[in-house]
């Protein structure tokens, strides 16, 4: 568990009816985006602070965006939830999902997480060269 409640309470969050379930996740989504930085590393004994408290932060705005979805909190479930376009007669109207557009390419996690992470290193795609 990255973040407690008790965390999530103080960061300022309080919307999470199922913060176990949220958490949860929440914690496989930053993994996916993270390279599974904290799977790898212990969080607790992180002692680059920036990057800790960015990182508990994100959580906490994931856990509340994944709030925000219902039920959907999985790529699929949002996906497979609602229609792109709707025909009626010779109308034709198509959206984008308001969801879809809120989370970084076909990730799970909210902009706003994603954007709390940009200057603490754990987004880096590269490869070590020596």
Avoid: C, W
Avoid at 7 to 23: M, Q, R
Avoid at 32 to 38: F, G
Wanted: proline fraction near 1%; avoid cysteine; aromatic fraction near 14%.
């Amino acid at each position: 568990m990255y973040l407690t409640y008790d965390e999530y309470l103080e960061l300022g969050f309080d919307k999470a009816t199922d913060f176990i379930k949220l958490e949860a996740y929440a914690e496989r989504h930053l993994n996916a985006v993270t390279q599974d930085y904290y799977m790898l590393h212990s969080l607790d004994d992180d002692t680059f602070m920036y990057r800790v408290k960015k990182f508990k932060l994100a959580m906490a705005i994931q856990i509340d965006y994944l709030q925000t979805l219902g039920d959907n909190i999985t790529l699929s479930e949002m996906y497979n939830d609602s229609p792109t376009s709707v025909s009626i007669g010779r109308m034709r109207l198509e959206t984008n999902n308001a969801n879809k557009a809120t989370t970084v390419g076909k990730t799970m996690v909210s902009a706003e997480a994603y954007s709390e992470l940009t200057f603490t290193g754990l987004l880096y795609k590269g490869v070590a060269y020596q």
